[in-house]
């Protein structure tokens, strides 16, 4: 039984592993399928020449993950998101800038006399580290990232459940399109017995009409059905990224439900997008009210430096928004425009300035007390989204279920359907049972098969609904 008061879940933390690097760390959930998408060129290359290619659910599934061009652009936004913050943590890394000058001016009007200086400087600068509340730019590219991620996770989830969907759709028309041919046939063997007794007297016009409008309505099934899985396998195509109008065979058998609902529950809240996501904003918001304290500690400012005319280094120590960092830099003049104060003599500089505040009208407790407001108003979100993931869950295995007895209980109702609209076919022969009472029958018939074929494609939604929210795929 899942506790919903053993908060928060330690299952979740793994995701953050994704967000301590400054590069991705080829996640599996992106890179995984590499080798697969190569394995699909060759497979694509030799059968191009074939008339139909056949596919397994873990061949879709693979395909749609390496293939797809929406989690292709989602993977590309994670990209470009870890780029912007690579930008931000350059600033840990070197710089070295070369700058030249040239100045000139005339001197006088009447000669046309002009003095011109040529200059050059290298600088070197470099933040050697910070300290005090998180980066606000760092915050904001953290915040950036988790978000791609995570939308990236929910597509890929919408996607393969899709995929699954269609896929088990595809093999269930092709269950119910030899079931509607067999019945076809049967009606077609009964539509060639009324023609022949019609020949011989036996049965009127009307009885030869209603065998073969029997005929008909099944040849009209039979077409529906074809079309709208030819539109499925359209659109499963497209969803695995491979040409549109290539011939498939899926390779599967019926579709079999048998997890427990304790363990669907589990799975959901484990790997729910909208749990994680909320997850680790209450963390971020934890990390906030933790910090608060450094407001409290004197705002200082430190630089020093030596210079030698010629050559100068500095370290300073300043304050940007709510973090302190240290600074070191340098500069080497390679030809000065101008002749230094001071030749071959070492001088050196130093400040220190500290501003200590004693009060400021309470501003920070009231930016204190909002930001715990926040802390705990996350944290019942959290919570509430919990119970509501939990529901969700719950409900549609219920759905499930429901649907599984639905179909259960209609495939009764076709074979007695079909055993009645038999007899009666009989008994009518015999001159026992009017054209209006067989035409009941007939009625009843076909509209419980197209229920019960309803409820079949309903099962497999159902169940495709459930392990999305599952977070579940093979």
Not at 65 to 94: C, D, K
Not at 99 to 123: I, N, V
Not at 322 to 332: A, I, N, R
Request: charged share 25%; proline share 2%.
């Amino acid at each position: 039984m899942i506790q919903l008061s053993t908060y928060p879940n330690p299952k979740i933390s793994k995701r953050l592993k994704l967000l301590n690097f400054s590069g991705l760390r080829a996640p599996y959930i992106i890179y995984m399928h590499t080798l697969s998408c190569g394995l699909w060129a060759c497979l694509v290359a030799l059968t191009a020449v074939r008339a139909e290619t056949t596919l397994s659910l873990s061949q879709c599934l693979d395909s749609a993950m390496g293939h797809n061009r929406a989690l292709i652009q989602a993977r590309e936004n994670i990209r470009q998101v870890e780029g912007a913050r690579v930008v931000v943590r350059s600033r840990f890394l070197p710089h070295l800038d070369l700058t030249a000058t040239y100045d000139a001016h005339r001197t006088s009007l009447s000669d046309g006399k002009t003095e011109d200086q040529l200059g050059s400087a290298l600088r070197f600068s470099q933040r050697l580290f910070e300290f005090g509340p998180d980066f606000a730019e760092e915050v904001q590219s953290r915040e950036e990232l988790r978000q791609a991620i995570y939308a990236y996770e929910g597509r890929v989830y919408q996607v393969l459940s899709r995929v699954w969907e269609l896929f088990h759709l595809i093999l269930l028309q092709d269950r119910q399109i030899a079931i509607r041919r067999e019945s076809r046939d049967n009606f077609q063997a009964a539509y060639e017995r009324q023609q022949a007794r019609f020949e011989r007297q036996l049965a009127t016009e009307s009885d030869v009409l209603n065998a073969q409008l029997n005929v008909l309505d099944e040849e009209l099934a039979i077409n529906n059905l074809e079309r709208a899985q030819f539109n499925n396998k359209m659109d499963l195509l497209r969803l695995i990224g491979q040409p549109i109008g290539t011939e498939i065979h899926l390779l599967g058998g019926e579709v079999e439900f048998s997890i427990d609902q304790d363990r669907a529950v589990e799975l959901a809240l484990e790997n729910s997008v909208a749990v994680a996501l909320a997850d680790e904003r209450l963390r971020e918001q934890g990390r906030v009210v933790r910090e608060i304290a450094w407001e409290y500690s004197p705002d200082i400012q430190f630089d020093a430096g030596v210079a030698d005319g010629q050559r100068n280094a500095r370290v300073g120590l300043d304050k940007k928004g709510e973090t302190w960092g240290m600074d070191v830099s340098s500069e080497l003049a390679l030809r000065a425009t101008q002749p230094p104060d001071f030749v071959d003599e070492t001088r050196w500089s130093a400040l220190v300035e500290a501003r200590i505040p004693i009060f400021e009208g309470a501003s920070r407790a009231g930016r204190e007390t909002a930001a715990r407001a926040r802390l705990r108003q996350l944290e019942i979100g959290l919570r509430d989204l919990y119970s509501e993931t939990e529901l969700n869950v719950r409900q549609a295995y219920q759905q499930v279920l429901e649907a599984r007895g639905s179909q259960r209980i209609q495939a009764e109702r076709v074979k007695i359907a079909r055993r009645r609209l038999e007899i009666n076919q009989i008994l009518k022969d015999k001159g026992q049972v009017d054209e209006n009472l067989l035409e009941t029958f007939r009625n009843q018939f076909f509209n419980t098969q197209a229920q019960l074929f309803q409820n079949q494609e309903n099962f497999i939604r159902r169940i495709a609904q459930l392990r999305r929210q599952m977070g579940y795929f093979e």
